[in-house]
């Protein structure tokens, strides 16, 4: 069975392809996002993220994943990735370049398991767009120096896809599997 893992900088097309992937074959898809955060802390009257610990976000990765045979796993944190990768039968790194992300960014449609409102996600574009513009700049488990390393160091089937395009074909080369 295929348990692909997708990962790529903010705005890469990683849910899109992954939500795409997952409704093709019939298989279960797990937004890393869902599971790197915990509870806002207020810090100076501002609601500010909290990740997770790293064993609380484990946690739920195999509830999640124990139960099936075959997943579509997607997100930008290296530290969970690496949890999920030696399950992994197949890798796609999305890596379609600055400009692009930014411009998916700014198509994003509204997110509501991530923000309370469309409101609230139009407030936080400046920032996504300036993070995604550090891309090459981070030092961190969201960063493409990351993101490269789990690529290379993958060693079974892997994709570069350097655009929406071939993120596109992708899904629609993907055979449909049997159920498990």
Request: hydrophobic letters at 40%; proline letters at 6%; a negative charge.
């Amino acid at each position: 069975m295929k348990r692909f893992v997708l990962f790529g900088n903010s705005g890469s097309g990683k849910s899109t392809l992954a939500r795409a992937l997952a409704e093709r074959l019939g298989r279960p898809h797990l937004d890393l996002d869902t599971v790197a955060w915990g509870e806002p802390t207020t810090v100076d009257g501002a609601n500010v993220p909290t990740r997770r610990a790293l064993e609380d976000s484990a946690a739920a990765i195999d509830a999640v994943l124990d139960g099936h045979d075959a997943w579509v796993v997607e997100g930008c944190y290296a530290d969970l990735l690496e949890l999920v990768l030696p399950r992994a039968t197949e890798v796609v790194f999305l890596d379609p370049g600055i400009a692009a992300c930014q411009e998916n960014c700014r198509r994003r449609p509204f997110e509501p398991h991530k923000y309370a409102t469309p409101a609230e996600q139009d407030a936080n574009l400046p920032m996504l767009l300036a993070w995604v513009a550090q891309y090459e700049e981070h030092d961190d488990e969201f960063s493409a120096v990351a993101h490269r390393r789990l690529f290379d160091g993958f060693g079974r089937r892997k994709w570069r896809l350097a655009s929406n395009a071939e993120a596109a074909a992708f899904v629609s080369e993907r055979d449909a599997e049997p159920p498990a």
